[in-house]
């Protein structure tokens, strides 16, 4: 990042003038590459010689400085900074996935849980940094949302021409300032490779010291998946089960409606129908065991705050227990593990992608 004594563009400088001794909430927009971030730590660095006390909120998920990769983090900005990157988590919001695609809900419930988190800590402005995703409806329908959830005094959106104006429009009748900025010539643009090599980093940082937990299923909650949510079949019915599907079962769970099986590999759709019909359901998810491995999970605690993010190293489907491998060293808080879409190596290596309902 630039040093504060190095030429702003004028526009910037303006901005970050008019901005530096406001107690707001200021979001910051603008598709990838243009700038948000470095002009959130610039904002932040601003107030914090104007003596305000200022956090950030970090929703963007992929190119996380807050926090690791998945998670919406927050800090309070309390020494100048040369990037986000230092700002020292405070708090941190499992969304499970690298991008907001798919996981608009946790996203948007994130930045607001991260939002008030802030005010609870004190801050006087909080500053929001956002993803780059602002093509589409989706991302319209997203960053709207977000709008509603932080009710920001200030939106300050960089553009290159006019790719963020679908979003901007609809916002100029809330009771909010608008501040549009160019992007400045010397912003430097990263590869999906470069992006993809420093999660891999951010996560190698964060599971460097992790630990194995075991948690018994009796004792936990497992959230976004279907996996310990039902009652467990007999062992005849797994035994028909196993018959039907040509598959191992290593798992299998029912509710009025739904049944959920674990197996060692896929299984045909018109077994499938067979399944439907003897158990009385309406729907069968069938979940390939190999799904889980490695998968990110949340730790949560019963206030459903996030204490650290985990990977699953193992389900014993007999004992019914989860062993996660994690850096926080007291699990004894956790009370619901939050499953993820995403999984990654101890090493960072991001090896596959669930998307919610599939598990
Ligand atoms: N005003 C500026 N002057 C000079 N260089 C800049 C300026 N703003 C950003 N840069 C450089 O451009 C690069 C990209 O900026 P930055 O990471 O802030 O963009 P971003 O919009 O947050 O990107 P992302 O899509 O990854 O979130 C950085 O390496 C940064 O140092
Ligand atoms: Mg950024």
Redo the contacts with the bound molecule.
């Keep these: 990042?630039?040093n504060e004594t190095?030429k702003?563009?004028p526009e910037?400088e303006q901005a970050l003038q008019t901005l530096a001794a406001q107690k707001a909430r200021v979001m910051v927009l603008?598709?990838?590459?243009?700038?948000?971030?470095?002009?959130a730590a610039l904002l932040a660095n601003r107030q914090l010689a104007h003596g305000i006390r200022t956090a950030i909120v970090d929703a963007?998920v992929g190119?996380s400085e807050i926090g690791p990769p998945t998670t919406i983090g927050m800090g309070l900005v309390e020494v100048p900074v040369p990037t986000l990157h230092a700002v020292v988590p405070r708090g941190i919001y499992f969304v499970g996935s690298n991008t907001p695609r798919g996981r608009m809900l946790e996203t948007v419930n994130g930045v607001r849980a991260m939002v008030a988190k802030a005010q609870e800590a004190g801050a006087e402005s909080v500053i929001v940094?956002t993803?780059?995703f602002v093509t589409g409806a989706a991302a319209r329908r997203l960053k709207c949302a977000k709008v509603e959830a932080v009710r920001p005094q200030f939106v300050v959106a960089?553009q290159r021409k006019d790719e963020l104006e679908h979003i901007l429009r609809p916002m100029e009748r809330r009771n909010l300032r608008l501040i549009r900025l160019p992007v400045?010539e010397?912003?430097?643009?990263?590869s999906p490779e470069m992006?993809q090599q420093r999660r891999v980093m951010r996560f190698f940082r964060y599971f460097q010291d992790a630990r194995l937990h075991t948690f018994a299923l009796s004792d936990i909650a497992c959230e976004g998946t279907w996996f310990n949510t039902g009652t467990s079949l007999e062992w005849n019915e797994i035994h028909f089960l196993q018959e039907t599907l040509r598959s191992r079962v290593f798992w299998a769970e029912r509710t009025t409606e739904h049944l959920f099986v674990i197996t060692d590999k896929v299984v045909d759709e018109r077994a499938l129908v067979i399944v439907e019909e003897t158990f009385r359901v309406a729907h069968v998810t069938t979940a390939g065991v190999h799904r889980f491995v490695k998968l990110l999970l949340g730790l949560l605690n019963a206030e459903g705050d996030c204490l650290a993010i985990g990977i699953l190293e193992r389900i014993d489907f007999v004992n019914r227990t989860i062993t996660v491998r994690t850096p926080l060293r007291d699990a004894s808080g956790v009370a619901i593990l939050r499953f993820g879409g995403l999984n990654v190596r101890p090493d960072g290596k991001e090896i596959g992608v669930v998307k919610p309902g599939e598990i």
């Design positions: 990042m630039m190095q702003q563009n910037w603008g598709a990838r590459d243009v700038g948000k971030t470095t002009f963007d190119q940094d993803t780059g960089i400045p010397t912003v430097m643009v990263k992006r």
